[in-house]
């Protein structure tokens, strides 16, 4: 809970709808703030720190001294707002359905992070998976290449525990898998992973990956040209129960 935001909406009395209407989000998101400790995007804390007559660090004082990589925080915020998030992987499943110990297999074999600093990045990514397990998540739809489920990332036991972690979370309303199978020939997917995420205002941003640092991608025309890339590799996709089947019967190869 953000006890200094609510002792400054107190005092201003602002509420969490007037707060809102000023800045120009929905009030729930307002309500995440102050009870869930969440951080805003730059903006909004811009705007709302401004109403609340209060300097930025006082009110969010985490945003100094963060320790995730400082070039993810732009995506990782609007990931945070998302309203919907659809993520294509070829490689590595989606870091936000990746268990413990996939997770770490996948930062330990990254010649970008540090090995001092993996245990540290592998606690921020499952933190950002809290957005899946609240009480409005973010409708989440992955497609993901059936290459990925069968490469043995931190062995059997690390893919039995997270292809059945995956069958799991395939049973929320919210969660949609679809596998693209191994007899797809060539398509949109092979020149590499991304994210978009439809924000509560309907903005659309794109995120791309790479070795050394993501892209966040809002762009109109290039937002576009994701899209598209999107509906390319969604229907080379199986539907989700087909992909369930798939996956049902990969995770058998695991035992």
Not at 21 to 41: C, F, M, S, Y
Not at 68 to 85: H, K, M, N, S, T
Not at 122 to 130: C, G, M, V
Request: negative net charge; glycine residues 6%.
């Amino acid at each position: 809970m953000n006890d200094a935001l609510r002792a400054a909406l107190g005092d201003t009395g602002h509420t969490i709808e007037s707060l809102a209407e000023q800045v120009g989000v929905d009030p729930k998101t307002v309500a995440r703030w102050l009870n869930e400790d969440r951080i805003p995007h730059p903006r909004h804390r811009e705007v709302a720190a401004g109403a609340l007559q209060r300097p930025i660090g006082d009110i969010w004082p985490d945003t100094a001294r963060r320790r995730d990589l400082i070039w993810f925080r732009p995506w990782q915020e609007i990931e945070r707002e998302a309203v919907a998030l659809r993520s294509y992987q070829s490689v590595v499943l989606p870091g936000l359905l990746q268990t413990e110990a996939y997770a770490r297999a996948v930062l330990a074999g990254s010649d970008v992070i540090a090995r001092g600093d993996v245990e540290r990045h592998l606690a921020s990514r499952l933190a950002r998976q809290s957005i899946l397990s609240r009480d409005d998540p973010p409708r989440f739809t992955a497609v993901v290449d059936e290459a990925v489920l069968r490469r043995p990332v931190g062995g059997r036991a690390t893919m039995r525990e997270q292809l059945q972690a995956l069958l799991v979370a395939c049973e929320a309303p919210h969660v949609r898998m679809h596998i693209v199978p191994s007899s797809v020939g060539a398509y949109a997917g092979l020149n590499g992973p991304f994210v978009i995420a439809v924000g509560p205002e309907h903005r659309t941003a794109g995120y791309l990956d790479n070795q050394l640092q993501g892209q966040v991608v809002t762009d109109t025309e290039d937002v576009a040209a994701i899209l598209t890339a999107w509906e390319n590799v969604r229907g080379e996709a199986l539907s989700h129960w087909q992909s369930v089947d798939l996956l049902t019967e990969v995770a058998k190869t695991w035992n």
